[in-house]
C-alpha cells in the first residue's frame, strides 16, 4: 500500500497570499495518478486537480498542481475567502487500490 | 449531471451491521466504478472498498477485508455498502464517490454523495 504524507499539517496565511502545499508517497505513483480535493464543514470533498496537474471541471486557475513520482505539490496562487478548507491528496494508481494523505488544514491567519 | 443520493442517517448498537445505499442519477452506473469512504468526526478520508458494475469486479480495504460487502443493482443504478460487527471506531460519514470523469481504469472520485452518518452506540 502507498502511503501519501502531507506537510505541512496546518497552514495559516491570509487572503491573496500563496499557499504551497505538499504530499510525499513512499513509492512511486503509477502514471503520476495523484488528485488533490478540497473539503470544507459539513460538505463532501470537491475534486481538485488530477493526473497531478489537470484541473477538474469548473476549478479556478489559481489552483495549480505540480510534482511526479514521489513528491507532488498543489499551488493555490492568490489565496480568495473560500479557498481556506482542509486539503487531502488521493493516489488512484490502479482501479480499486486507493489511499488518501491525512490533510492539510489551511486557516486565516 | 450525475447525482449520487444517500440513505439517511443511521444509529446502531455493537455487533450489528448497517447497509448504506447510494443511487446514481444517469444512465451510465455500469461503466463507472464506484467507491466507499469513510470519515471518523475530526479525521481524515479512509477508503474501504469499490466495484466496477460492468465487470462485477470488486476490491476492499485490507482494513475492511471480511467486515465489509460492497455491492451493486444495476437495475435500479444504487451501489451498497454493508459493514457488519460494528464496533464504536466505525461512527463516521460514509461517502459513495464515482470514479471518473471517464471510465478508463485510473480515474479519480468526480462525484461523491451527500454522506451518511453511522453512529454506533449502546
Known amino acids: 500500500e502507498i502511503v501519501l504524507t502531507q506537510s505541512p499539517g496546518t497552514l495559516s496565511l491570509s487572503p491573496g497570499e500563496r499557499a504551497t502545499l505538499s504530499c510525499r508517497a513512499s513509492q512511486s505513483v503509477n502514471s503520476n495518478y495523484l488528485a488533490w480535493y478540497q473539503q470544507k464543514p459539513g460538505q463532501a470533498p470537491r475534486l481538485l486537480i488530477y493526473?497531478?496537474?489537470t484541473r477538474a471541471t469548473g476549478i479556478p486557475d489559481r489552483f495549480s498542481g505540480s510534482g511526479s513520482g514521489t513528491d507532488f505539490t498543489l499551488t493555490i496562487s492568490r489565496l480568495e475567502p473560500e479557498d481556506f478548507a482542509v486539503y487531502y491528496c488521493q493516489q488512484y494508481g490502479s482501479s480499486l487500490s486507493i489511499t488518501f494523505g491525512q490533510g492539510t488544514r489551511l486557516e486565516i491567519k | 449531471q450525475v447525482q449520487l443520493v444517500q440513505s439517511g442517517a443511521e444509529v446502531k448498537k455493537p455487533g450489528s451491521s448497517v447497509k448504506v445505499s447510494c443511487k446514481a442519477s444517469g444512465d451510465t452506473f455500469s461503466t463507472f466504478a464506484m467507491s466507499w469512504v469513510r470519515q471518523a468526526p475530526g479525521q481524515g478520508l479512509e477508503w474501504m472498498g469499490g466495484i466496477i458494475p460492468i465487470f462485477g469486479t470488486i476490491k476492499y480495504a485490507q482494513k475492511f477485508q471480511g467486515r465489509v460487502t460492497i455491492s451493486t443493482d444495476k437495475s435500479t443504478g444504487t451501489a451498497y455498502m454493508e459493514l457488519s460487527s460494528l464496533r464504536s471506531e466505525d461512527t463516521a460519514v460514509y461517502y459513495c464517490?464515482?470514479?471518473?470523469?471517464?471510465?478508463?481504469?485510473?480515474?479519480?472520485?468526480?462525484?461523491w454523495g451527500q454522506g451518511t452518518l453511522v453512529t454506533v452506540s449502546s
Open positions: 493526473g497531478a496537474t
Open positions: 464517490a464515482r470514479e471518473g470523469p471517464t471510465a478508463a481504469a485510473g480515474q479519480p472520485f468526480d462525484y
